[in-house]
């Protein structure tokens, strides 16, 4: 195990009707006007919003809204939320949504208190300061709820880039699992798809001797494994929504991740994709992650053969590790597509022409080097292989 800090300071407020406090946290964490930042109608016509903004008005605490945040999250809406919350005189951004709202207004929170453009910082700048934030989750997927990350799209270019920083982790996240309840099976599934996907690029380490961290992602595997077929079942089963909200959490506000090295080179090459196709995060994850661990699994068979016996119920077979490996990437890529996720580029809505074009991207785009990975380093060669493996 690899020497180590972690801090995770965010305040967690989770179960039914805990939106109706919100007024309460942003009081208590020191906001005395707020932004609230939101994406499209659904946060309206649920009631959600006006619940919020009445806990708000209960608290006497002001706010302005900006909406219009949209999955893959674009960097045009930040600088109009900077400009805003400048403008307006605001101290606290309250998040209510998704993984992309959520990571819009850390990006928002961010710029506000920076004098250059906050882009600089979605190209290796360091975060030193922010605005605090707190968010009312809606999907759980991304687990920005309780992360120091942020991943936001520059128009210009197309670049879709992530950041993180201790100084935009959430000052507190509400977590009503019944807020995820009317979200369609696609969304749920793709949700489902992205908080596995946080845990593969996690146990996909080249630290030896982490058996804490590696049982503490087996068993939010395996959790993922058991509740994703019964809320597609019933996307009213509470206590599913609830099991797969807080493992979202605990996938990504990296507990899971520290003392070993980590991978994230699915996430990587999947960024490309929802950048030009604007695809879903997790669907596109669903294509990627089954072509990436396929090409890579050679460099440390044995961790892809662990994962399949624990996680996926495989037989160990010693003499050819190489096939129990296999065994589980296909088991992992079977739930996928039982959940719902696409199989394929085809399904994604990619094209086969285009692959020259990820790949540039990929490997050269906003000050890359020509490689990508963690786990493996990948040049352009290798990348263009594993996209054409998706088709």
Known sequence: MENFTFYSPTFFVFGKDSENQTGD???????????IHFGGKSAKTSGLLDRVESSLKNAGIPYVCLGGVKPNPRSGLVYEGIDLCKKEKVDFILAVGGGS?????KAIAAGVLYDGDFWDFYSGKMIEKALPVGTVLTIAAAGSEGSPDSVITKEEGMFKRGTG?????????ILNPALTQTLPPYQTAAGITDIMAHLYERYLTNTKDVEVTDRLIEALLLTMKHEGPRVIADPNNYEARANIMWAGMMAHNNSCGVGRSQDWTSHDVE?????????????????????????VMKHDVMRFAKVAVRVWGCQMDFDHPEVTALE???????????????????????????????????????????????????NEDDCAKIYKMMI
């Not at 196709?277 to 669903?286: E, I, M, S, T």
């Not at 890529?333 to 990929?362: C, H, Q, T, W």
């Open 165 to 173: 920083s201790d100084a935009i982790r959430p000052k507190f996240s």
């Open 101 to 105: 709202t959520i990571d819009s207004a």
């Open 25 to 35: 946290y942003v009081k208590k964490f020191g906001g005395s006007k707020v932004l």
């Open 328 to 378: 589980g990437i296909e088991a992992f890529r079977n739930y996928l597509i039982s959940i719902g996720m696409p199989k394929n580029f085809a399904e994604l809505g990619a094209k086969e022409e285009d692959i020259p074009k990820l790949v540039n991207v990929l490997c050269h785009g906003n000050g890359r080097t020509g490689t990508v990975g963690g786990f493996v380093t990948l």
């Open 271 to 295: 960024h490309e994709l929802s950048a030009l196709y604007d695809c879903a995060h997790g669907a596109g994850l669903a294509v990627t992650m089954p072509a990436v661990f396929k090409y």
